[in-house]
Every structure is written in C-alpha cells, then in structure tokens.
C-alpha cells in the first residue's frame, strides 16, 4: 500500500549552514552552491529554475526554465519574447526564481527585476545552441493554442527546408532576459524543520546578510 501523501517526508542531514562559512558575495556564493549541484546532480538539469512572474490582471504564473549563465549583472534565461511570461515580464518585471537541489538538501530563491538582453546578446547565444534548438525556436507560437501535433511537425518541416542551406538566424521574437537581484536566499535543510535560511538584500552598494526562521 502506498504511504499516505500526509506522512510522505524527508529527513535533512547534510549538516547545518553557518554565517561564518558564507561568502561575503551572493554571487560568489552561489557560484559554490551551483558547482557543487553540478557536480552532484547526475539525474537532473541542475541549471534548471522555477521562474515566477504575474500577469496584468495579478494572476500569479510559474515555470520551469534554464539558466543559461550568470555574472554580477544578473542571472539570464532565454524565451520567445511573444511568450506567456515574456507578456507577464513586459507588464510586471518583477519575478522570482527558485533553485531546487535534493541531492544537496539545499534551495535558493532569488527576487529581482527582468530585463530583455540585446539583440546582439541573443544573438551570440544563439548561434551556440544546438540546430534543433534553433529551428525550435522558429516553429514554436510559445503558449499559444496548437490545433494538433501534426501541425507543429508540419510547420518544423516547412522551416527545416526554409534553412536548408546555411546557418538559422535569430527569429526576431526571441530573446532573453536578465534578472538583476534585489534578494538571494540560501536555503540548507536541517533535522526536525529547522532549516537554515540566509538572505542576502542589497544595501547600498554592497550586501545586507540576515539569518531567517525556518
């Protein structure tokens, strides 16, 4: 018999996250945490992040996208710019993105303001994405209604002859964007739901560190 949902848990043994042991840099830090997820996540795309936005109406909206790198700048994802969240962005560019690692009994979560990349940004990570990656990106009416999945393979047929012949451009509906933080949380699981939180909030030019409650 399946354990009821109600009594399904997880016990957290990883050992405690402590003050002294956190970089004085949020970036930094999560740089750490980001090697070490990659080092351990063999199952799982650990560059993979919830991304939250709101629609126009205050709807709240989530989903699973990949972060594709990150510097002090901000972190930087890439969508059609016709997309549901794009439309959501547009409106409200303040999101939240939220890093989940089991492995590593740890999560981050990250509030900021989004922002579309250049053109020519775009278009240098574009150029590095696998082929069908980029005719992906020339078929797809992200979040759109589709009738059926013949008519997408139909449509993917159609742009594959389109580009037969040399390189795919970048489609002018897609781009990306950079989520400039305001916050970083780091989150360590601990025995009993006693997590260990941090937060890290932007004070003046640098970075106000806070322990939370669990």
């Not at 009594?7 to 996250?17: A, D, H, I, T």
């Not at 699973?64 to 959501?88: I, M, Q, W």
């Not at 409106?91 to 303001?113: D, K, M, Y």
């Amino acid at each position: 018999m399946a354990e009821p949902i109600d009594q399904m848990r997880r016990k957290y043994s990883r050992g405690p996250l402590e003050r002294e042991r956190l970089d004085a840099d949020p970036i930094v830090q999560f740089e750490q945490w980001f090697e070490e997820a990659r080092a351990r996540v063999k199952d799982a795309e650990p560059n993979a992040m919830t991304l939250a936005t709101v629609d126009p109406n205050g709807a709240p909206g989530a989903r699973t996208v990949l972060l594709k790198y990150f510097d002090h700048d901000g972190f930087v994802f890439f969508t059609n710019l016709e997309s549901r969240k794009a439309t959501h962005i547009e409106h409200n560019p303040s999101v939240a993105l939220l890093f989940w690692w089991p492995e590593l009994e740890r999560q981050i979560e990250i509030t900021g303001i989004a922002a579309r990349v250049s053109s020519t940004e775009a278009a240098k990570y574009f150029v590095t994405r696998p082929r069908g990656s980029q005719l992906g990106a020339w078929v797809s009416d992200q979040s759109r209604v589709l009738t059926s999945r013949k008519a997408l393979e139909i449509k993917l047929g159609e742009i594959k002859r389109k580009f037969a012949d040399g390189e795919v451009p970048l489609p002018k509906f897609w781009g990306g964007y950079r989520v400039t933080p305001t916050t970083i949380e780091f989150w360590q699981g601990q025995p009993d739901r006693l997590h260990d939180r941090f937060q890290y909030s932007r004070k003046g030019n640098g970075w106000k560190v806070q322990r939370l409650a669990p």
